[in-house]
């Protein structure tokens, strides 16, 4: 079974416990770590059995794919790793080069609706022809802001290096009063049930026990990225890992939002 995981300190919860052998995956389990664009690819293309994928992705993608309960990664106000990052007020960047990641379909579809429906501005947007985590390579590019996520929005936080920062999580519940969901945990016909039930029940077991050790996790997470642990620690915490009827009301508000907003731009 090909079990699909993003490298960044955010599934820490959800695989810290299988890294540490304290959690099997079933047998003949692996898994195979990318970015979210990639593992969505992947997963859509059977090429995984199980995997977390964008929330836009198993939106767009759900009558091909098993959806897994009580599993998610979602924020009920600021997520602190998916950030618009700007040399000027939001409100300034109408005609500006705003820069975005092509790691995350989820984040990138959430600013564009912000930017439509909420600061009503219509930036220029352009893909970074640079790795998101690479900081450097990004600020190199001509641009007025870039939308950054993962570790190295919590590195670049840290650094300080821009004068204005928005949380997409925090601007969605501030817009909304929901919570966001990010990514889910879904599954593809590829693998049998009973393999699939397996393996959705080992990364349960294993948020159990990441859920139970953030400490030890925030400071492993402080190691791997360089920010300080207190910040990883209020990180990890701050995020929910599980997916109620409230994440499924509000995940399936968000799709709605997104699919009015380009209705209204191909019109």
Not at 99 to 128: G, M, N, Q, Y
Not at 237 to 242: E, Q, S, W
């Amino acid at each position: 079974m090909r079990i699909g995981r993003i490298g960044y300190i955010n599934c820490a919860p959800v695989y810290g416990a299988i890294d540490r052998g304290v959690v099997a995956l079933p047998q003949g389990g692996e898994l195979i770590t990318g970015t979210p664009a990639e593992l969505n690819d992947l997963l859509v293309a059977g090429e995984l059995d199980v995997s977390v994928i964008s929330a836009i992705e198993y939106a767009r993608h759900a009558k091909d794919l098993l959806l897994l309960p009580d599993l998610a990664i979602s924020c009920d106000g600021p997520v602190r790793s998916v950030a618009l990052f700007a040399k000027r007020p939001v409100r300034e960047l109408s005609n500006r080069t705003v820069l975005l990641s092509a790691s995350s379909r989820t984040s990138v579809a959430l600013l564009e609706l912000l930017c439509h429906d909420v600061w009503k501005i219509h930036p220029k947007f352009a893909e970074a022809r640079a790795e998101a985590q690479d900081l450097d390579a990004l600020a190199a590019l001509p641009h007025e802001a870039v939308l950054v996520i993962g570790d190295a929005a919590l590195q670049l936080a840290a650094a300080g290096t821009y004068s204005h920062r928005y949380d997409l999580g925090e601007e969605w519940k501030r817009w909304t009063s929901q919570p966001f969901v990010f990514a889910v945990w879904a599954a593809t016909g590829v693998a049998s049930p009973a393999a699939v039930r397996r393996g959705h029940e080992a990364l349960l077991a294993s948020r159990t026990w990441g859920l139970a050790h953030l400490d030890d996790l925030a400071t492993e997470a402080s190691l791997k990225t360089g920010v300080a642990v207190g910040t990883c620690r209020e990180y990890l915490g701050g995020l929910d890992y599980a997916f109620s009827d409230s994440h499924r009301t509000a995940l399936t508000d968000f799709v709605r939002r997104v699919d009015e907003m380009q209705s209204v731009q191909v019109a």
